[in-house]
């Protein structure tokens, strides 16, 4: 019933809808249109279109959670009573909003595979569909839980912990890691051991991998050094996913009622 209601909501939230489609069909047309070079082969195309895949759905991913993770915020006061005088249990709250945000990323995800091969396919003139659609709507749903557990962590942890007043930085963490490490990707040749520990490095390659059809290379942008073993990016992040469930679990259990008033203090 939880997760029905905030499924609801979410689905009718302008913003996720501005800012997770509009502003990644944004980005997406600069990479196809202004940043996009002129290639003579379809496989430079798909390898080209997937690379901007790859980061655009990184980026999504913590938009749509830096949306979401705000009613855990507001909620806090509310959430404090009602795990302690109703029925309503901290381990249901997060899997039902978890799932919800997992299930609003896949359909914004679609929208990006919709956009990458409309924009990208009227550049090169070459059809970039991805090779695997499916795999790509699976990744969009992991990243959306692997987001917004992130973000619950964060800004409970400030919650209980920190206090409230530079809740605007904390509720925007997760999207400035996903710009830095997206966009290094472009510039910056990272470790491998980096790449793998790093759920920020994880979903952009598997991404890539969805849609080029073939594994990532260790350095996105130019195809050099080692393969990434797709199963063990897969493993790291679902322990990313494990671990932080539990401990969202363990902090909104102990949530404080704090006046929402203090987030808005200089």
């Given at each position: 019933m939880l997760g029905k209601y905030f499924l609801k909501s979410l689905l009718s939230n302008k913003a996720i809808w501005g800012w997770g489609v509009g502003f990644m069909a944004f980005w997406l047309f600069?990479?196809?249109f202004v940043f996009g070079f002129n290639y003579t082969s379809?496989?430079?195309s798909l390898d080209y279109a997937s690379v901007w895949f790859s980061l655009i759905g990184l980026i999504s991913g913590s938009i749509i959670a830096t949306s979401i993770s705000y009613s855990v915020y507001y909620g806090n006061a509310s959430l404090a009573y009602s795990f302690r005088y109703t029925k309503l249990k901290p381990s249901s709250y997060i899997?039902?909003?978890?799932a919800s945000t997992a299930v609003v990323a896949s359909l914004i995800g679609s929208f990006i595979i919709?956009?990458?091969a409309l924009m990208f396919g009227y550049k090169t003139g070459y059809s970039v569909l991805p090779v695997l659609p499916l795999q790509s709507i699976g990744i969009f749903f992991l990243s959306g839980m692997f987001m917004f557990l992130l973000s619950v962590v964060l800004i409970i942890f400030s919650n209980n912990h920190v206090g409230l007043k530079n809740i605007t930085f904390v509720v925007f963490i997760p999207q400035i890691l996903s710009y830095l490490f997206g966009f290094s990707e472009l510039g910056i040749n990272l470790p491998s051991y980096v790449v793998y520990a790093s759920p920020f490095s994880d979903i952009p390659r598997?991404?890539?991998?969805?849609?080029y059809g073939e594994a990532s290379k260790l350095n996105l942008t130019n195809g050099t050094g080692p393969i990434m073993n797709p199963y063990i990016l897969l493993l790291c992040l679902a322990l990313w996913i494990g671990m932080l469930f539990v401990l969202s679990?363990?902090?909104v259990r102990r949530i404080k009622p704090v006046s929402i008033e203090e987030g808005r203090q200089v």
């Open positions: 600069m990479g196809a379809r496989i430079q899997l039902n909003l978890t919709m956009f990458t598997l991404l890539f991998m969805s849609y679990i363990i902090l």
